[in-house]
């Protein structure tokens, strides 16, 4: 009896998992013939399997449909260009209806598959229709000013027109792009080799529109008559097809959270994308200009291009003439807000600025959009360059001495503090321009604050090798194990780094003896503690994601050695420009947000924090007494010789 009930629940299980397989596709009904398509269409899914029934994919010129999309268009153009009498009335039908003609219960296929020779040209169109129909994304959305786009028709300056257009189709993704030129060129062949092209164009587009497009919304011209916005915009395409070409040489996009982010470009779209009023990235501005000089090193350069680009501003429309004209100088302030650095000092900039005023004829609100520079042009003439401040003073090597013992054994809190103001006051000097072009190499301010973590470094070892015996090292070990944790409760990641850096190191690490010791106390575990925040698995995960977690508006000073690792990383793993010579602007995003990211930690200031100038010069002195490598593991050596570590 079991065993039946038991036949039954396996039957039954079976039965569950055989509702579970996996959904037939849809059948296109093509009269006595039919094409069974898949359930999930789209040319952007990079399978081996065909979109089709017994379909392959096929990649031309990079764009990727089923084979029998290529074969039906290819079956009308020949139609059409060899046949007699056709009527593209009767063969391009704006109302197929969805209804009857897919059926997926009725018809079945079963060792017999059709091909598109075997069809009608009328089939052919049927078929391509409902492809696109399918599709789960339209090829192109349509622009939020659709209006103002169907009004493109209508204006006589074909530059403004051309400009337009280009927007709309560098928001697409690659792949849709190619698609859509693809089947733009192809229904322009069609319209080519018809008696009556201008007929022809409105009824192929009229058919072929609401499936690319998909509109939602009726649109009303000037005279409240409702317009077919997906037919007038693929009129617009078809007529203007070396768009696509452009489109394609000049610049790419890459998708970035679900936006077309540019990925390369030539130097000119890219100035010309500044004032693109359709482009959304609203970080696009600001890493254009503090990257500039990768591409543009002389920023007279650049200036002298955009105030051409405005005298070039021609056409009928006067309203779009100015606010493209506004749109420039805007951006102009903006850069002048961004990149003071561009202006200190450089008067060639300024004289060009004074110059295009005096020369260019501007409507009042050009004038007063310039006007509202000057304010920013006097600020940056009278801002100083970031200095480095010394801290004024003299101070013994005897009272050096004194000072470090009785901080180091009996006041580590105000040891904590005082390195912290003094490392952060080191890393806000730091100017965004010394952290871009490989200049942390070079750079003044970056290369004192390094400058001293290597001799804070190099003081960590020297200091416990004071030690005389693993007892005292292991008391050594254990205050700088507190002062790592008193940083960490100020942000002050670098510090902590260094000392937790600095224990590891060849010639204190091998002290087994004092490890041995050092494992009894109970700052052991906050030792543990640093190891784990930073543990360099993946990518030291952990100390990134504790920087995430810290406020902006806190103050905060990271590891220069990972600001380092990271900036070395993003210049020497990806080329400026490419081989092709665009500018390669996904390499000019990464640096920005690496430099954005430092901006963000100088932002802050430590309250309650008071600076003493003695101990900020003991820091300074460190570089003194420091020892080389060598020495180090020498003096390393005479405490506790190989033999005894073994």
Request: hydrophobic letters at 35%.
């Amino acid at each position: 009896m079991s065993k039946v009930k038991d036949k039954k629940k396996r039957h039954k299980f079976h039965s569950h998992r055989s509702k579970k397989k996996k959904k037939r596709g849809k059948l296109i009904n093509l009269g006595n013939k039919n094409l069974l398509t898949s359930p999930i269409l789209s040319p952007r899914k990079k399978t081996s399997q065909g979109l089709i029934f017994g379909c392959p994919l096929s990649e031309v010129e990079g764009c990727l449909l089923p084979n029998f999309v290529y074969q039906a268009m290819d079956f009308i153009i020949d139609y059409v260009t060899f046949g007699d009498n056709i009527d593209i009335t009767d063969l391009f039908k704006k109302d197929f209806r969805r209804g009857k003609t897919l059926n997926k219960n009725k018809y079945r296929l079963e060792n017999k598959i059709c091909t598109v020779h075997d069809l009608t040209a009328l089939q052919n169109v049927t078929i391509l229709i409902h492809f696109f129909e399918q599709l789960p994304e339209p090829l192109l959305k349509l622009p939020k000013n659709t209006n103002n786009f169907l009004k493109l028709n209508k204006i006589n300056d074909h530059s403004i027109r051309e400009e337009m257009g280009v927007d709309l189709i560098h928001q697409l993704p690659p792949l849709n792009k190619r698609v859509l030129s693809f089947m733009v060129d192809s229904i322009r062949k069609i319209v080519k080799e018809t008696r009556d092209p201008e007929s022809s164009i409105t009824h192929i587009c009229n058919c072929f529109g609401q499936r690319f497009l998909r509109g939602r919304e009726f649109v009303i011209d000037d005279e409240g008559a409702v317009l077919d916005p997906e037919a007038e915009i693929l009129v617009f395409y078809v007529e203007n097809f070396h768009i696509f070409r452009n489109s394609f040489e000049d610049i790419t996009y890459t998708e970035i959270n679900g936006k077309q982010l540019i990925s390369t470009g030539t130097v000119a779209k890219l100035i010309e994308k500044l004032v693109d009023e359709y482009y959304q990235d609203n970080t696009y501005k600001t890493i254009f200009f503090q990257t500039h000089q990768y591409f543009i090193p002389d920023p007279a350069e650049l200036l002298r291009y955009m105030l051409d680009m405005f005298k070039e501003t021609l056409g009928d429309d006067e309203t779009w003439k100015l606010r493209r004209r506004l749109s420039i100088l805007f951006t102009i302030t903006l850069w002048i807000r961004l990149r003071k650095d561009d202006l200190q000092g450089n008067v060639k900039m300024i004289d060009i600025l004074n110059e295009f005023e005096n020369d260019t004829e501007l409507s009042r609100p050009e004038i007063g959009a310039l006007a509202s520079m000057y304010p920013l042009l006097e600020a940056v003439k009278s801002q100083q360059v970031n200095e480095i401040v010394t801290n004024e003073g003299t101070i013994t090597e005897a009272d050096i001495s004194v000072l470090e013992e009785s901080l180091f054994r009996n006041d580590l809190m105000e040891f904590a503090d005082q390195l912290c103001l003094y490392e952060y006051n080191l890393f806000k000097s730091i100017p965004s321009s010394e952290l871009m072009h490989g200049n942390f190499n070079s750079g003044i301010h970056f290369q004192r604050f390094v400058n001293h973590c290597n001799d804070f470094y190099n003081w960590i070892q020297r200091k416990v090798l004071e030690g005389e015996n693993p007892t005292a090292r292991a008391d050594i070990i254990e205050v700088l194990v507190k002062i790592a944790q008193e940083s960490i409760k100020k942000n002050n990641y670098n510090s902590a780094w260094n000392i937790y850096v600095a224990l590891n190191s060849m010639c204190i690490s091998r002290l087994t003896h004092t490890w041995k010791e050092f494992k009894k106390r109970d700052s052991i575990d906050i030792y543990e503690d640093a190891k784990e925040l930073f543990s360099v698995e993946h990518n030291c995960f952990n100390y990134q994601e504790m920087l995430k977690s810290i406020p902006k508006t806190d103050p905060l000073v990271p590891c220069c050695e990972m600001i380092t690792k990271e900036l070395t990383m993003i210049e020497d793993g990806n080329p400026a420009i490419t081989e092709e010579g665009h500018v390669n602007f996904e390499k000019m995003r990464l640096i920005h947000n690496t430099v954005q990211k430092v901006s963000e930690y100088q932002q802050g200031e430590y309250q309650g924090l008071t600076k003493d100038p003695h101990i900020f010069i003991f820091f300074e002195l460190l570089s003194d007494h420091s020892v080389n490598e060598d020495d180090l593991y020498e003096l390393s050596l005479q405490r506790e010789p190989r033999e005894q570590c073994k």
